[in-house]
């Protein structure tokens, strides 16, 4: 039994790993990511430069900023990273803002949890607790074009390169994507995700002297209201190498509407845009030690599918992520766990 899985996000690493552990007889599966690395928006980023002559790397968490779980199949994974350092509890001083309002605590009973030196922890821990002889992952591998001939799929990279015959097909993709793929043989399937929508988002990322006035903010993370550019600002839930912090390390997320309208512009001018909007929401005049910024195209969904995941029978097809029922990291690992059930069910009549 062949198995490839196109897209190396959360969801796909979440059905590899529960679907190779699970085997019942010999499986082989490969998995294609189009980007230099694993884990979707689950990333952090590692930024060198040099402050007073001293050379410092910094790791951001630029992508989601952490996770919160609530079914019992994500509460074990997260037992299970915490028991092995992989994971920890982010600070529950995390605030709400509303301009020209104090800032409120939210509500500090809901745990969110972080990679311990970043979110890239998590998937390499997925990742690397796979055992399986017969498991290939290829990053740097965009996969164009698939079709189905004698009851396999054939799978094509960027070159129409031929990379091999599967008897099933997991796309672990955003949705629109994935309705490009799914047309020419599920055209009503294809329609409907088409429909899914998901935000796109720039991280900012920047580090300023302690003494600050922006370093007196006394929250990890604000949650922000009523600003047209800015969602969400934390403070220092990233990680220096080596040798302790020198000074405070921030990453600020855009809105989806600012995201949608600025994705494309310069990363100049969507610093200059964002950073503006920091001074006029904390009333600082921020002279960054160094700043950076990522751009995500698929980031947030705002509509859903309405399942789980999506898996496909007659055609040995599926799909998971995210988008498909939930907006949570959560709802991505659950999405990839219960489709490898599926498969896992659909193997075991073969």
Request: glycine share 6%; hydrophobic share 35%.
């Amino acid at each position: 039994m062949t198995t490839a899985i196109i897209g190396g996000g959360i969801s796909g690493i979440s059905f590899l790993k529960n679907y190779i552990s699970k085997k019942k007889s010999k499986k082989s599966v490969r998995l294609y990511e189009g980007s230099n690395r694993l884990g979707g928006r689950i990333s952090s980023v590692d930024r060198g430069f040099s402050i007073d002559g001293q050379d410092v790397t910094v790791r951001f968490n630029a992508g989601a900023q952490y996770f919160t779980v609530s079914d019992s199949v994500t509460v074990s994974m997260l037992q299970d990273m915490i028991e092995h350092d992989v994971v920890r509890e982010m600070p529950s001083n995390i605030g709400v803002m509303n301009i020209n309002e104090p800032i409120k605590l939210v509500d500090n009973t809901i745990k969110r949890y972080v990679g311990m030196a970043g979110q890239a922890d998590i998937v390499n821990y997925l990742v690397s607790h796979i055992q399986q002889p017969d498991l290939h992952i290829q990053v740097n591998t965009r996969i164009m074009d698939i079709s189905r001939e004698n009851n396999k799929w054939s799978l094509y990279d960027c070159n129409n390169h031929l990379l091999g015959l599967y008897d099933n097909v997991i796309l672990s993709m955003p949705p629109k994507e994935a309705s490009s793929i799914l047309n020419k043989f599920h055209p009503e399937l294809s329609q409907k995700t088409n429909t899914v929508q998901m935000d796109p988002c720039v991280s900012l990322l920047f580090c300023t002297p302690k003494n600050s006035k922006l370093g007196n903010l006394k929250y990890s993370g604000l949650f922000v209201n009523n600003s047209e550019i800015i969602r969400w600002v934390s403070k220092n839930t990233c990680y220096e190498i080596g040798q302790e912090l020198p000074f405070d390390c921030w990453v600020v997320h855009t809105t989806g509407v600012w995201s949608s309208k600025y994705i494309q512009a310069s990363n100049s001018e969507c610093t200059q845009l964002i950073l503006d909007e920091v001074n006029n929401l904390f009333g600082a005049l921020v002279q960054p030690l160094y700043i950076d910024i990522v751009k995500y195209e698929n980031s947030i969904p705002t509509t859903v599918f309405g399942e789980p995941y999506i898996w496909d029978e007659e055609t040995k097809l599926g799909m998971c992520g995210d988008w498909c029922n939930t907006q949570r990291v959560e709802g991505a690992l659950m999405s990839g766990y219960l489709l490898s059930q599926q498969l896992i069910k659909s193997d075991h009549f073969m």
